[in-house]
T-cell receptor
Framework: KNEVEQSPQNLTAQEGEFITINCSYS?????LHWLQQHPGGGIVSLFM???GKKKHGRLIATINIQEKHSSLHITASHPRDSAVYIC??????????FGKGTKLSVKP | DVKVTQSSRYLVKRTGEKVFLECVQD?????MFWYRQDPGLGLRLIYF???????EKGDIPEGYSVSREKKERFSLILESASTNQTSMYLC???????????FGPGTRLTVT
């Protein structure tokens, strides 16, 4: 059974800090997803990657297929980055297998 | 833009009531999903549907049923609500052949 583990569960940072959230999965994947959930509930997709690295603004996602590990980095963090970040494995039948999420709080 | 809407943002029901949660997507996606999200447990799949009138159980289907009579609409039914069904419920949709799922805003259900 594929499991997706995230660390840390909770993270508090000062504005401007570089942030890393880690994700490990146990089975080979089709695609690894990073999602963001703001207070209020709505979930948006940040990245979908199966190899290498992707960048969007201050967000960078990397994946190491051999080590079954992915990281989400936030450079120059800002209070508006405060959210829950969730990684998910693409799984079979297109169903997502989710990590439990990392709650990030960025203090001004 | 893909839009997934859910019938209510907040809902309060009494134990034993029948509860309907509705989800509508406007992008002609074949696949639709219902999840519940609880602190410390993350998102868990309740049911999904890959076509009209088709449904498959997810990881935690007990106490729930679903209905998909039209392609754009996927309903989650709690036949007799219980307090342990108090949770955030999220709907999502996905096109065939594409990995990305699009989520609705969520319904926070409280059963008292």
């Amino acid at each position: 059974k594929n499991e997706v583990e995230q660390s840390p569960q909770n993270l508090t940072a000062q504005e401007g800090e570089f942030i890393t959230i880690n994700c490990s999965y146990s089975v080979g994947i089709s695609a690894l997803h990073w999602l963001q959930q703001h207070p209020g509930g709505g979930i948006v997709s940040l990245f979908m990657l199966s190899s290498g690295k992707k960048k969007h603004g201050r967000l960078i996602a990397t994946i190491n297929i051999q080590e079954k590990h992915s990281s989400l980095h936030i450079t120059a963090s800002h209070p508006r980055d405060s959210a829950v970040y969730i990684c998910a494995d693409g799984g079979s039948q297109g169903n997502l297998i989710f990590g439990k999420g990392t709650k990030l709080s960025v203090k001004p | 833009d893909v839009k997934v809407t859910q019938s209510s943002r907040y809902l309060v029901k009494r134990t034993g009531e029948k509860v309907f949660l509705e989800c509508v997507q406007d992008m002609d996606h074949e696949n639709m999903f219902w999840y519940r999200q609880d602190p410390g447990l993350g998102l868990r799949l309740i049911y999904f549907s890959y076509d009209v009138k088709m449904k498959e159980k997810g990881d935690i289907p007990e106490g729930y049923s679903v209905s998909r009579e039209k392609k754009e609409r996927f309903s989650l039914i709690l036949e007799s609500a219980s307090t342990n069904q108090t949770s955030m419920y999220l709907c999502a949709s996905r096109a065939d052949g594409v990995n990305e799922q699009y989520f609705g805003p969520g319904t926070r259900l409280t059963v008292t």
